[in-house]
């Protein structure tokens, strides 16, 4: 048997937590260093503020193969993806890779929102690791796929959202390369365009023969492309193989809470934790109300400007969003004093089933959206009238309050 | 589709190794060589978007330097009377000035863009690979273009003062050289360490300010007392400025050669520094950026 085209031995990421936070500028570094000279001061505790992003994953991939890595928020599928593209350097093991690596960890790397959509596709190109050559042979077909030719000559921060994630993934799925690595593109854009995209993944993976790295939450993505899955959590390879026996793992890993009495707060991203997120009831009777409530904690004192609560189904497609912003733009938090918000939803218009939530913030260091930090049961209502209901998932999600007249 | 089948073959056999680098890494420069249309493509995109929704446009790149050297010859070389002690005509003079303010104004804008540029690209830094190397070093080249236009405007002027063609005008490309490894050489220090600590975003106007008035940019280098030009060389942008005037003037300006030694060692020092501290910080900025 040949070679695996890629082989990951024992890869460790270790982050520092406290260095990065406590030395922002040469001010701190030089007074913590003035205060160590003097009477020894007190150093960052190493073990305490460091943690393992991944610890002694390994695998082996073949060419032509199509890999998912599923697992929940800060499983560190993120980091893997990006020890594989060099991006950041694993603390220990090593990566054996075996052809030309592409990695498309965000659409529209290097676009730059003044330059036209030509420019911006020829600068993308280039990044992405094609020549100027390859770019020039291809140009048509990327414009086509994209769906821009009218719009080539105007710079792209005057294109909409979609038209702007159109073309950054037509660059990206023009490369060539033996390894593709992507993580969660296709969580934009709208429906019709990632089914294209899926599409022409597929085209890359299963007729292309080339290997692909997958990340996404999108399970029913992952079940179509991939054709074998590695679960990840906490940093750690708990499951490879299966798709569906996989998947199935990860479904009922979500369903544990992740927050709750005993347990530790959760990361979502250098400032800001998670301490809770609760509903009440849960399982909730669909149509029924349900509370929630929210509490956030950071290791400074920052501001959100944004927080949402965000409800996907078991699928990974977005059902609704609770936008918790507040009318003056203000909410602080400090390590002392965490920020709480709590409500209620009116009649939970949600079909039965288990739903997944996550929450998008906006703090004044960075945004973004953290996934399956929590899930949702939803039961069936007990029905009044005679007919008994289609099935769960013939129903879709809502359920919607109408009236027929027969 | 079919390139991509024959090109496997090649490609296939090489193999790349991921491991945490231990020890003093140095630079790669077949990988450098293999990214150089990332390093032109960079350089580009920074002039096309450079003076993209201005009014007046690339006139920037002249506009400012042009007032600074008429003050300049103003104060210096008019009411201080340093043209008519000089031998020169106050044309002349302003010759002289802009001689010394074309590549003090590239290599201060070129430090100033190459300084901020892994912070200004810091996306691309954490969401994909290529050679940092060639973050800071297109920023430089893209000062380039406003210095060519700057050279235009130079030899108008040259053509108005009626200064004579000098065959060391073949020299002028060297020392612009010399200036760009400068750029580069503390472009290279000042990005590293920009990613770390954003101190350096107040250091760099201050250097530019400070190095505008201690640098020969509004008198001539002979102005320093002989005995202090050794120590004045430290500044590499002494010997660069020499070097272009001498190559506009000739021998009547002719550069304190041992100088000009100090200058380039200096450039050089601080290259090869630079670019140890820039390889070896390299590897946690995505981490910290």
Redesign the interface.
Known sequence: MSNPIISVRGIGKEYQLGATLQHDTLRDQITHGVRSLFGGGKRPEKAKNSFWALKDVSFDLNAGEAIGIIGRNGAGKSTLLKVLSQITEPTEGEIRVRGRLASLLEVGTGFHPELSGRENIFMNGVILGMTKAEITKKFDEIVAFAEVEKFLDTPVKRYSSGMYVRLAFAVAAHLEPEILVVDEVLAVGDAAFQNKCLGKMEDVAKKGGRTVLFVSHNMAAVQALCGRIIHMKQGRKVGDGDVNEQVNAYLGEIKQPTTGAGAESVPLGKVITLNQLDFTPNPVTSGKDLKFSVELGSNRKTNLSELAVLIYSVFGARIAILDLRRPDGQMSIDPDNPYRISGTIKDLPLVEGDYRIGLFLNCAEYYGDYHDLASLTVSAAIRENALPPYPAHYRGALELDYDVEF | ?A??IEA?PA???????????KGLISIDFAELWRYR??FV?LAW?DV??RY??TFLGIAWAVLQPLATVGIFTFIFGYVNKNAEQNGMTVFEYAVMCMAGMLPWQFFSNAMRESSNALVANA????????PRLIVPSSAVLSGTVDFLVGAVIMGVMMAFAGTALRPHLFMLPLFFLVGFLAAFAIGLWLSALNV????VKYVVPFLAQMGLLVSPVGFPASAIPEKYLFWYNLNPMVGVIDGFRWSIFGAKFEPYWPGFTVSLTVTLLLLVTGALFFRNSE?TF???I
Do not use: C, N
Not at chain 2, 11 to 21: F, G, M, Q
Not at chain 2, 124 to 129: A, G, N
């Open positions: 589709m390139d991509a496997k490609l296939a056999t090489a193999e790349r190794v991921i491991k945490p680098k249309e990332l493509f995109r096309l978007v993209k929704q996306q691309m830094i954490s969401k994909i690979y290529f770390k600590y954003r101190d590897k995505a981490d910290v």
